[in-house]
Nanobody
Framework: QVQLVESGGGLVQVGGSLGLSCAGS????????MGWFRHAGGKERELVAA???????YYADTMKGRFTISRGNAKNTVYLQMNSLKPEDTAVYYC???????????????????WGQGTQVTVSS
């Protein structure tokens, strides 16, 4: 059974930091694009950051300079370090895998085949 399991969400104050982890199992994700999406109430799910098998990264404009995506050595784990958090970062964060692209980072939700269950991040002011 293929799974992506996120961890590390929680409550943090404005300006604080939080690190998310996503562990994949059931297959190798080493050749896949791994991404972090988020879904806030009343908004569409959006791509926050993504990383290719070779380490190329993508960040949404509002996350640049604040968020960092990385992969574990075995590449079945992906991390998202979030700094300088704002109330508008409050959302459910999902880990996802695009199994059809190893190098080109695609941003569409439909491009990602496997999804985690999500982890809540709440930034309080």
């Amino acid at each position: 059974q293929v799974q992506l399991v996120e961890s590390g969400g929680g409550l943090v104050q404005v300006g604080g930091s939080l690190g998310l982890s996503c562990a994949g199992s059931g297959r190798s994700f080493s050749r896949d694009i791994m991404g972090w999406f988020r879904h806030a109430g009343g908004k569409e799910r959006e791509l926050v950051a993504a990383i290719s098998s070779g380490g190329t990264t993508y960040y949404a404009d509002t996350m640049k300079g604040r968020f960092t995506i990385s992969r574990g050595n075995a590449k079945n784990t992906v991390y998202l370090q979030m700094n300088s958090l704002k109330p508008e970062d409050t959302a459910v964060y999902y880990c996802a895998a695009d199994t059809q692209s190893a190098w080109k980072i695609r941003r569409g939700i439909g491009e990602y085949k496997y999804w985690g269950q999500g982890t809540q991040v709440t930034v309080s002011s």
